[in-house]
């Protein structure tokens, strides 16, 4: 008799077993997959360009988030067998401002209608700023953007910034100084990982990226280097050197402005004179230019 009841329990117990493995398989699986996901939305937050796409991916982060706070939240009430409140989420840092391309001087937080802390990223691009009051208040700051500005040194709220992971500063008016180098590098900025200083006129030595790139090995510096010249800039190393039959050989003695001049008036000049004759002259032919321009 104690043979036969012991091996329906012996039974019974291997099924539990069986279900007890089966669930936790499905729990592992379950959040390899939740994993994934919130791989793949942080690299869309992160490394996508556009800025349509990583607010979709930050409202997607956000809802799943929010699901797992209820999952949790429903889970305890079942195990504990009576009510508790559910959990109240925490503001979330997952506004995109972007203040691109507006003309200004002057730059204040009254500009944007969501608190200083929700914003996660900054774009503040194409504009004639020098400054930026109130950066400090974001602190949760990821990304910011202030190219194409009137930047002669980088903010020192900066170091007040522990999340900011992508600074690009190029094509302002930065300088090479003693500032500069504090900032970025007594102490490093603790959570920078890309720092773009392109065309940015005075910093443009060698010795200047060298520094940076020592001193912020885990940082990825981009600078334009002029000085010295990188290998290729030039053809020879004189003016005598150069094979005069080459174009580029003929095109380097010319700066760029000079030679957006000299463009604008051999080839657009020419082309409006070209048609301030046609329109003078045959008009058949001038309905024959246009439709050729056309095509």
């Not at 493995?21 to 729990?27: Q, S």
Request: glycine residues 2%.
């Amino acid at each position: 008799a104690t043979e036969a009841t012991a091996a329906p329990m012996s039974s019974a117990l291997d099924a539990d077993e069986r279900v007890e493995k089966k669930r936790l398989k499905r729990e592992a699986k379950a959040e390899k997959k939740a994993l994934r996901q919130r791989q793949k939305l942080e690299n869309r937050m992160r490394l996508d360009k556009r800025p349509e796409v990583r607010m979709a991916a930050k409202l997607e982060a956000q809802e799943v988030i929010d699901n797992t706070l209820v999952d949790k939240a429903v889970e305890h009430i079942v195990q504990d067998d009576h009510p508790t409140a559910m959990p109240t989420q925490k503001e979330q840092a997952d506004k995109v401002v972007s203040l691109m391309d507006l003309s200004m001087t002057q730059f204040s937080l009254t500009m944007i209608s969501y608190a200083p802390s929700s914003i996660l990223e900054l774009d503040l691009s194409h504009n004639c700023l020098s400054e930026i009051p109130g950066l400090s208040q974001m602190k949760n700051l990821v990304s910011l953007d202030i190219c194409r500005n009137e930047f002669r040194s980088l903010p020192e709220s900066l170091r007040e910034l522990p999340h900011l992971a992508q600074i690009n500063a190029s094509r302002n008016q930065l300088r090479a100084s003693a500032d500069l180098l504090v900032l970025l590098t007594k102490p490093p900025l603790p959570s920078l990982q890309s720092l773009d200083l392109t065309f940015n006129k005075k910093l443009f030595t060698q010795s200047l990226l060298d520094i940076l790139s020592s001193s912020l090995p885990s940082v990825a510096i981009f600078m334009t280097v002029t000085s010295p010249p990188p290998k290729g800039a030039y053809i020879g190393n004189s003016p005598g050197e150069r094979d005069p039959l080459l174009l580029r050989s003929q095109l380097e003695p010319f700066t760029t402005l000079e030679l957006r001049k000299r463009w604008w008036k051999h080839l657009v000049m020419s082309h409006i004179r070209t048609m301030e004759l046609l329109l003078q002259g045959e008009p058949k032919l001038w309905v024959c230019y246009s439709q050729s321009m056309q095509n």
